[in-house]
């Protein structure tokens, strides 16, 4: 079975510039989350979507922040403009459901604001 | 709001040694309670998951036990590899049930042969 897909793996952009990320779950997940892991500390969620509506999106910054999942499959995280502090590890995951079901975690996009 | 730390932040033993990290959380009304293994430059990858309702969960080497009224859950690393040299993470679901993991920032391990 494949797992969670994520491209790029490494990005590298000067402040200001716009960049987006590309997630594609385990086939027949409905839910997806996307977290931001900094570096030394614990990942943390930003969105969450339960087949392409949004469940949760009250830490993800909506000025700057963006994302969408259509059609209930792939999605797309997008940050216009990027901050230095948006460097970090951008981790997608997903799980057959909610909170009764495993996580499981793709291998992360490496941003790096210069 | 729940708040998860882990302790110690970083650990070294020599190989065959048994071990134990710590997990501590401040609301214990969870679902449930997650242990990852993140290895450098990689994704999280699922080691156990613990129900509300369960104490313990054990896979191969590894055990994992939840006591919910003290807030704590321990990970128990039996006979260690260096192949078990890696970041492990513990996240808990809150009672809302919505699957969002609130994670600790994670223990380092390293197990020298």
């Known amino acids: 079975e494949a797992g969670v897909a994520q491209s790029p793996r490494y990005k590298i952009i000067e402040k200001r510039q716009s960049v987006a990320f590309w997630c594609n779950p385990i086939?027949?997940?409905?839910?997806l989350y996307w977290y931001q892991q900094i570096l030394g500390q614990g990942p943390k969620l930003l969105i969450q979507?339960?087949?392409?509506?949004?469940?949760?999106d009250s830490q993800l910054p909506k000025d700057r922040f963006s994302a969408e999942r259509l059609k209930g499959v792939d999605s797309t995280l997008k940050i216009q403009p990027a901050k230095l502090e948006d460097s970090a590890v951008y981790l997608c995951?997903?799980?057959?459901?909610?909170?009764?079901?495993?996580?499981?975690f793709g291998p992360g996009t490496r941003l790096t604001v210069l | 709001k729940q708040e998860v730390t882990q302790i110690p932040a970083a650990l070294s033993v020599p190989e065959g040694e048994n071990l134990v990290l710590n997990c501590s959380f401040t609301?214990?009304?969870?679902?449930?309670l997650q242990w990852f293994r993140q290895d450098p430059g990689k994704g999280l990858t699922s080691l156990l998951l613990?129900?509300?309702?369960?104490r313990e969960q054990t896979s191969g080497r590894l055990n994992a036990s939840l006591d919910k009224s003290s807030g704590r859950s321990t990970l128990y690393i039996a006979a260690s590899q260096p192949g078990d040299s890696a970041t492990y993470l513990c996240?808990?679901?809150?009672?809302?049930?919505?699957?969002?993991?609130?994670f600790g920032q994670g223990t380092t391990l390293q197990v020298k042969p």
């Open positions: 995951a997903s799980s057959l459901g909610t909170a009764v079901n495993e996580q499981f």
């Open positions: 086939s027949g997940h409905a839910t």
């Open positions: 979507f339960q087949n392409n509506g949004v469940v949760d």
């Open positions: 609301d214990s009304a969870i679902y449930n």
């Open positions: 613990i129900q509300s309702s369960q």
């Open positions: 996240a808990v679901c809150g009672s809302s049930n919505t699957g969002k993991l609130i």
